[in-house]
């Protein structure tokens, strides 16, 4: 893997110029030669590539939530070298937008989602939680529903959190006075993860 992993690199840095101002005529072939590249190391990442003009750029390394190659992902990461203007991210982080979702036919408001925490008697240091939404009851029969909130989870608790420190999902409907039932506000999650967490090592 070691051999990959350099061969990534020294790719990456003698074409990383390339990247830092893509334009749309040129973009699609840019964008699949370093997919090209990636997946000659690892056939099971994927990549983003962003950033303000004139600042440094970033390069997000992903697995796309399969844990299976979370270590390929960090081992990259890792042995990035420092190159001018770049910044190398293992995983897609946590963002505090909580923008309208649409994934194919399902919109999802996660502005108006709700969580319940979830207890297990044989699991007491487990991480479950019940997502509930306004629109449950028109969204629900959708195939892609567990996707799209999958979606949204991913990107308030960013991917490694959401793989690894979650251990079940279900679903519900909001109901009326929310709070009155337990539940808190989906934009505190990663808030709540973190202190769930924390509780487990006192």
Sequence with gaps: MRDTTKKFWDWFKEHNESYLSIDEDSKEQLLNDLQDHLHEYCDHLYFQVGG?????QE???????DSDFFDEVETLVNSAPLIDNWTFIAFIQ?????????F??????PAEMWFLPL??????KSIGIRVCTPNYDIVKESKWFRSAVFKVLDTILGEKSFAVDIDHI???KVPERPEEHG???LAELL??????KAKQTQ
């Design 52 to 56: 303000m003009p004139g600042e440094k």
């Design 59 to 65: 390069l997000i390394i992903t697995a796309e939530g």
């Design 94 to 102: 946590p963002e505090g937008d909580l923008a309208t979702t649409n």
């Design 104 to 109: 194919e036919d399902v919109e999802l408001k």
């Design 119 to 124: 207890e297990s008697a044989s699991m007491p």
């Design 170 to 172: 279900d679903f519900d």
């Design 183 to 185: 539940l808190i506000e």
């Design 191 to 196: 808030a709540f993860v973190k202190w769930k």
